[in-house]
C-alpha cells in the first residue's frame, strides 16, 4: 500500500509562487511515474503535470514555463514548484503515482488528499 501526503499549499497573491511537496510511504520513486493534478470548483480534473521513473517530465499547456516538477528518490518526495502563479490555478492539487505513465494518466494510481491553491489579491 502507497500512501502520499501532500503539502504547501496556501494562498498566494498573483505573480507570486508557492512549492507543493508530496511524501510517499515506501520507496516507489526508483520504478513509479508520479503526476500532479489539480481540480478547480466546478471543472474536471487536470492533469498538470507527470515525472516518470527515470525523470523524464510532462507539462499541461496551461502551466508550461511556469511550474516545474522534481524528485528526490532518497527522500521519496516529489514536488511542483509553481511560479507566476493565476488566480486560474487555484485549485486542490492532488499528487498521484502509478506504476506506468499510462496509470496515471489514467487516474487509476495512488491518490494524496489533496493541498488547496489560491491564487488570489
Known amino acids: 500500500q502507497v500512501q502520499l501526503v501532500e503539502s504547501g499549499g496556501g494562498l498566494v497573491q498573483p505573480g507570486g509562487s508557492l512549492r507543493l511537496s508530496c511524501a510517499a510511504s515506501g520507496s516507489i520513486f526508483s520504478t513509479y511515474a508520479m503526476g500532479w493534478y489539480r481540480q478547480a470548483l466546478g471543472k474536471e480534473r487536470e492533469l498538470v503535470a507527470l515525472i516518470l521513473s527515470g525523470g523524464s517530465t510532462s507539462y499541461a499547456d496551461s502551466v508550461k514555463g511556469r511550474f516545474t516538477v522534481s524528485k528526490n528518490n532518497a527522500e521519496n518526495t516529489v514536488y511542483l514548484q509553481m511560479h507566476s502563479l493565476k488566480p486560474e490555478d487555484t485549485a486542490v492539487y492532488y499528487c498521484?503515482?502509478?506504476?506506468?505513465?499510462?496509470?496515471?494518466?489514467?487516474?487509476?494510481?495512488?491518490w494524496g488528499q489533496g493541498t488547496q491553491v489560491t491564487v488570489s489579491s
Open positions: 498521484t503515482a502509478g506504476s506506468t505513465r499510462s496509470t496515471v494518466r489514467a487516474g487509476n494510481g495512488y
